[in-house]
């Protein structure tokens, strides 16, 4: 099992900057990736940005060039995503994702509201 706790979301206005946070714990050996995904009322969740134990990092055209998903080296299992330029279509409620060779695990959720 893999336990994942997000943090860092809130309030922002267009235009602004968020940082979310994502421990993993538990059998994070096992993890293969992790990913941020995001989901708005009445809607499936949609992949936002992935980031392989190799360091590479796959985004979606909506947000590449304002989000960037990284690691912390010294723990690869605490991951980041930098959000800048929001805009208010980035509203939405952010999960961190864990791909651990098979099953997937997912984070409570973070809210993220971006007000023009």
């Known amino acids: 099992q893999v336990h994942l706790v997000e943090s860092g979301g809130g309030s922002v206005q267009s235009g602004g900057s968020l940082r979310l946070s994502c421990l993993a714990s538990?059998?994070?050996?096992?993890?293969?990736?992790m990913a941020w995904y995001r989901q708005t009322p009445g809607k499936e969740r949609k992949l936002v940005a992935m980031?392989?134990?190799?360091?590479?990092?796959?985004y979606i055209d909506s947000v590449k060039d304002r989000f960037t998903i990284s690691r912390d080296d010294a723990n690869h299992h605490t991951v980041y995503l930098q959000m800048n330029n929001l805009r208010s279509e980035d509203t939405a409620v952010y999960y961190c994702?864990?791909?651990?060779?098979?099953?997937?695990?997912w984070g409570q959720g973070t809210q993220v509201t971006v007000s023009s």
């Open positions: 994702v864990a791909d651990a060779s098979g099953p997937r695990y």
């Open positions: 538990g059998a994070t050996f096992s993890i293969d990736a």
């Open positions: 980031i392989t134990n190799g360091g590479g990092a796959h």
